[in-house]
């Protein structure tokens, strides 16, 4: 990966995670606020009876689903879409972007995170000149 394909995966990521974490972030909210809101209207806080604290601690609980769904949503798509080191697999989201790109190390191994650019084969270059090699890359479509 060169330091320009990083940038752009990551952008990409953002593109996809960003909205999520918006959406679902104010679904999730929104549900929780009608789950705690309708708790507190059947049991008003004065209420000191064993019913309401029953009522309280099932609110709280039905309140984490929403949140760990969203969780794992914006998870899942940062697993998918985010750049690996190539050496230990760890993810790079945009918290380590600058770090990584002013280092060009993995924050967690060191190790280099981008491939040196490829340098022609010794002995490929003799008597031939260097621009017949960079035409025909392997990676690039020929030229028309
Ligand atoms: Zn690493």
Redesign the pocket.
């Known amino acids: 990966m060169t330091p320009a394909q990083f940038i752009a995966q990551l952008d990409e990521l953002r593109c996809r995670v960003r909205p999520l974490f918006f959406v679902g972030g104010a679904a999730v909210v929104l549900a929780d606020l009608a789950i705690i809101l309708n708790v507190f209207d059947l049991y008003p806080l004065q209420a000191h009876s064993r019913d309401a604290r029953v009522a309280y601690w099932i609110g709280f609980a039905a309140c984490w689903p929403a949140v760990v769904a969203l969780y794992l949503a914006l998870r899942s798509n940062i697993n998918k879409y985010a750049p690996l080191?190539?050496?230990?697999?760890?993810k790079a989201t945009w918290k380590v972007r600058n770090q990584i790109l002013i280092t060009g190390h993995?924050?967690?191994?060191?190790?280099a995170?981008f491939v040196p650019l490829p340098k022609p084969p010794i002995g490929s270059s003799m008597g031939v000149p260097d621009q017949i090699g960079q035409q025909s890359g392997p990676c690039q479509p020929p030229l028309q």
């Open positions: 080191c190539r050496t230990c697999g760890a993995c924050p967690s191994c060191q190790s995170f």
